[in-house]
């Protein structure tokens, strides 16, 4: 089993859609949680961390769920701009290297 | 500007070069790492420093030999190459190495990548 499970999509939504992405992990002593987001040909950039009581930052919202090991980034009313992959990363545990999904692929079209 | 900067941005070199790739973070990090990205595979970590001791090495060929000679910078020096090695190669850091005590997230900050194509 993976240590970090992504659907790779892509997903295919019109702009204003709301669109939801899961990603589950396989170490249930993980200990933070993160979405990078990555742009095509460019780096992996930190879009938010995921805390257990789930946050939100403007039209993104992620939660985390420890008891199924998975965690989800919902985002709202879709922009173009928000076209690229989205990276789930784990941190196991101490003294541990984070561990990447391979990412899902997003594409918002007019 | 980003916190991390990697030069140079793209490097094409013939499996008999020597070349190498350089990093530096100006974000007063104690932990700087080598990834490698490949088409549709995940990040694959390669090397770790903390502290400018390496602590992670994952089963990397010896024709990628890392050097850190401050906590400020990173290089990757690259030999006998294989075509299988082109890849995006991303340089990141975080403030420490791991998930320690009362940081919460530790979250790590990527350099914009070398393109590496071995020909």
């Known amino acids: 089993r993976k240590e970090v499970e992504q659907d790779p999509g892509p997903f295919n939504v019109p702009e204003g859609a709301t669109v939801a992405f899961n990603c589950t992990y396989s170490?249930?002593?993980?200990?933070?949680f993160f979405w990078y987001r990555q742009d095509c040909r460019k780096e992996p950039k930190l879009l938010m961390s995921?805390?257990?009581s789930g946050n939100e930052d403007g039209r993104f919202t992620a939660q985390l769920n420890r008891a199924s090991q998975y965690i989800s980034l919902l985002i709202r009313d879709s922009k173009l701009s928000d076209s690229a992959t989205y990276l789930c990363v784990v941190n196991p545990s101490p003294g541990y290297a984070l561990n990447f999904g391979k990412g899902t692929s997003l594409l918002v079209t007019p | 500007e980003t916190g991390v900067t990697q030069t140079p941005r793209h490097l094409v070199m013939g499996m008999t070069n020597k070349k190498s790739l350089k990093c530096e973070q100006h974000?007063?990090?104690?932990?700087m790492y080598w990834y490698k990205q490949s088409a549709k595979k995940p990040l694959e970590l390669m090397f770790v420093y903390s502290l400018e001791e390496r602590v992670e090495n994952n089963s990397v060929p010896s024709r990628f030999s890392p050097e850190c000679p401050n906590s400020s910078h990173l290089f990757l020096h690259l030999h006998t190459l294989q075509p299988e090695d082109s890849a995006l190669y991303l340089c990141?850091?975080?403030?420490?190495?791991?998930?320690?005590?009362?940081?919460?997230?530790?979250?790590?900050?990527f350099g914009e990548g070398s393109w590496l194509t071995v020909v």
């Open positions: 995921v805390y257990s």
């Open positions: 170490n249930s002593a993980s200990q933070s």
């Open positions: 990141a850091s975080s403030q420490v190495w791991g998930s320690a005590p009362g940081v919460t997230g530790n979250t790590i900050y």
């Open positions: 974000l007063g990090h104690n932990a």
